[in-house]
């Protein structure tokens, strides 16, 4: 151990490399059990040269390499579980490499904190769209490598679609820029697509080239409560089809409403509802007709609307949903939640099928999410250290996956494979297929060294 040490410490200086406790390098996927090994090593270079050098040294010694961003993600991306692995973060990686506010774009290194680059678009002016959990400590690496989404996704789709190029690390240890700051290219294939999304298995991301858009003037947030799902959806439904495309299309379920209902801003909800959330944006003309229209269409049949206008009450409307995932966790100490999706016309029968599941392995469940795409945060309660409760939320996770399969959807909306679902893309994909994913794995990855265990199966 001491003469791998003195080796990678001469690539990235002593103080940057470690044999940390576990505990240091697990992930968000820790409330599911999944735990790091105790005999990996944590190396943070300083550029991106370094982290060639280090994926040089590991490709050389057969050294499983586990990228690391911000330890945020839920399926066990970033956690080493192969023995003598080491991790590489990313966090040194935080340098804005170029930003041209007049040409809508940024190269940003991968350790940059998601909310810095919003609001280093914001305080210019522009808006970068994608807007996953955790943003004040996710990093732009790992959310291109999980191709991370968020509630503004339905209408400004998931991080992949603001990447226009990325630099990477791949195998043994080359440093590539694929694409760049044009917007279109065509020329070959579409290598940054193929990085993005790839869970650290074909490649460790540097650095990342972004589009931006103006920001809009104004957005107008929307909740409406119902008497049941059925009348939730029927309220989505007439606003899809009004003619407005909402910035944001949410929903809670009603075991969410008795978590969360209470701190609601425009007082409290019905605990056996359901609650639809939209917004409109744009210019403040748009924005407000856009309003307009949505409370027309979802507002017929409802229990309440709350409708805020002021900016402090809109940030408290988002503030508040953005707080549900820890009002949940609240109710028992802990949770599984997994991110399914299914087409938007299955949601309702997901929705019910999850609180099902949950009945049957005698569990409370709920879910939330993001109903214009049909991805449902679908979660069961649990006690922390209680390994029976534990084991029967796994295997309701299970009965999820099939659900999501059968009901024509995927086993993962935005969290990624990662993992705790290795293997369940088999179930979700056809063989031949599934030989198309491990042929791009040899062929970028042939030592298969890039985050083992996780992704394939």
Known sequence: MAAVLSELAQIVGSDFVS??????????SIASGQRAREDALLVRPGSAEEVAAVVAWCYERDVPIVPRGGGTGYAGGAVPVVEGSVVVSVD??????????????MEVEAGLTTHDVARLARENGLLYPPDPGAGESSFIGGNVATNAGGPHAFKYGVTGAWVTGLEAVVAPGELVRLGGPTRKDVAGYDLPKLLTGSEGTLGLITS????????????????AAFSDVASGMGAIEAAMASGVVPSAIEFLDAGVLRAAGGSFPAGSLPDDGF??????????????????????????????????????DVRAFWHWRSGVSHAVVAQQGGKLSEDVAVPLDRLAEAIAETVEIGSRHGLEACSWGHAGDGNLHSTFFLTPGDEDQL??????????????IRLGGTVSG??????LKNGQLSKQWS???IDLHHAVKR???????????????
Request: glycine letters at 6%.
């Open 19 to 28: 044999s940390p406790p576990a505990a240091e390098l697990q992930d968000a």
């Open 92 to 105: 040194r990686l935080k340098a804005v490499r170029s930003f041209d506010p007049l040409l809508w774009r």
């Open 208 to 223: 990342v080239w972004l589009k931006l858009i103006p920001a809009p003037e104004a957005a107008y947030p929307i909740a």
């Open 275 to 312: 609650l639809v959330l939209l917004e409109a944006d744009g210019t403040e003309d748009e924005a407000r007709r856009g309003r307009e229209e949505l409370l027309e269409a979802a507002g017929d049949g409802a229990l309440s609307v709350h409708a805020p206008t002021s900016p402090a």
């Open 391 to 404: 084991s029967r939320a796994h295997a309701a996770a299970a009965e999820l996956f099939d659900m999501a």
């Open 414 to 419: 935005e969290h990624g494979i990662g993992l």
């Open 431 to 433: 063989p031949a297929a």
């Open 443 to 457: 062929a970028l990855d042939p030592k298969g060294l890039f985050n083992p265990g996780k992704k394939l199966p």
